[in-house]
């Protein structure tokens, strides 16, 4: 069993920039894809990025590229997610999950585990 939680999250105006970090207990981590989702208010929850085990690989929503960085130590059982040039149309609740299979995923369900998400609020 994985045990993952996110922190980082907060009120940011338009434009600003936040680090997510999302620490993870138990055995596994240095094995698993990790990837980040946000779930806004009465929308579904969406990818936003994942990187592969070793970090070599990462991939991004359109929606995010080319504004955030996903990035992660395995020596410190952390995955984080840089977040520049927010937009208000970022704001959302941000989960990281887990993937144990070594594979790059925007699928949801193929995600094990799962963080209890952090807030993240981009003002205008």
């Known amino acids: 069993q994985v045990q993952l939680v996110e922190s980082g999250g907060g009120l940011v105006q338009a434009g600003g920039s936040l680090r997510l970090s999302c620490a993870a207990a138990?055995?596994?981590?240095?094995?698993?894809?990790m990837g980040w989702f946000r779930q806004a208010p009465g929308k579904e929850r969406e990818f936003v990025a994942a990187?592969?085990?070793?970090?070599?690989?990462?991939y991004y929503a359109d929606s995010v590229k080319g504004r955030f960085t996903i990035s992660r130590d395995n020596a410190k059982n952390t995955v984080f997610l840089q977040m520049n040039s927010l937009k208000p149309e970022d704001t959302a609740v941000y989960y990281c999950?887990?993937?144990?299979?070594?594979?790059?995923?925007?699928?949801?369900?193929?995600?094990?585990?799962w963080g209890q998400g952090t807030q993240v609020t981009v003002s205008s």
């Open positions: 999950a887990a993937d144990r299979v070594r594979r790059i995923s925007s699928l949801s369900r193929n995600y094990d585990y």
């Open positions: 138990g055995r596994g981590f240095s094995s698993f894809t």
């Open positions: 990187i592969s085990w070793s970090g070599g690989n990462t």
